[in-house]
């Protein structure tokens, strides 16, 4: 079966402060790994995913098979990153099309 | 806005009515998806479409759900003899399978209120 779990509801932080948002999942396979976003009042979005190891809004996340963790990672967070975090897990190759989310993650940037 | 989209954004219906969602793709997006959420937790999946078959359907889809994707373009999910346990958001998403991946990229959704 696969899980992803998203221990922390809510986190808080100041502007400037580094911020983390955890992940770890379970899957018996090799999975893909992403964070999608929520903005107040708009879409689900992808933020981005492991395969691409690339940088978005200064966002990174590294995936760890030995610790089964995808965290979201942000050395200096601002305001407009307040969102809700999902992370999420399909499987690959021809399992690729289901989508198991984590509860999410409500991400507050104080100024 | 020529991402996916869905159909009424927001119904309020009377246990044991039938509604129905509509949901449009992203165009020439092969795969369209159903998602579940309800408050305080992720999204769930519940059926999904390669062109017009529906290739999966979670055991959250009762028999009272039903999902068609004629054509392989728009589609819907009609509830029928509805509950009060089956208010939630309604999310469509859709996707191209290519060689460079999967992204799915996900509606507005539909919010169902069952009283």
């Known amino acids: 079966a696969q899980r992803v779990t998203q221990p922390e509801k809510l986190l808080s932080v100041f502007k400037g402060a580094p911020v983390e948002l955890k992940c770890n999942y379970s899957y018996s396979g090799s999975p893909e790994l992403f964070w999608y976003v929520q903005y107040s009042r708009q879409r689900l979005q992808l933020l981005l995913r492991?395969?691409s190891r690339e940088s978005i809004k200064g966002f990174t996340a590294d995936l760890n098979k030995g610790e089964t963790s995808f965290h979201l990672k942000k050395p200096f967070a601002q305001e407009e990153d307040s969102a809700m975090y999902y992370c999420?897990?399909?499987?690959?190759?021809?399992?690729?099309?289901?989508?198991?989310f984590g509860k999410g993650t409500l991400l507050t940037v104080n100024p | 806005d020529t991402g996916v989209s869905q159909n009424p954004r927001h119904k309020i219906t009377k246990r044991g009515q039938n509604v129905t969602f509509r949901c449009d793709p992203i165009?020439?997006?092969?795969?369209l998806y159903w998602y579940r959420q309800t408050l305080g937790q992720g999204p769930e999946f519940l059926t999904y479409f390669q062109n017009e078959a529906q290739l999966e359907k979670s055991r959250l889809l009762s028999d009272r759900f039903s999902a068609e994707r004629p054509k392989g373009s728009f589609s819907t999910l009609e509830i029928q003899r509805t509950e009060q346990g089956d208010s939630a958001m309604y999310l469509c998403?859709?996707?191209?399978?290519?060689?460079?991946?999967?992204?799915?990229?996900f509606g507005e959704g539909s919010w169902l209120t069952v009283v």
């Open positions: 492991h395969i």
């Open positions: 998403a859709s996707s191209f399978q290519g060689a460079s991946g999967n992204t799915i990229y």
């Open positions: 165009s020439e997006h092969n795969r």
């Open positions: 999420a897990l399909s499987g690959s190759g021809g399992s690729n099309y289901k989508l198991t």
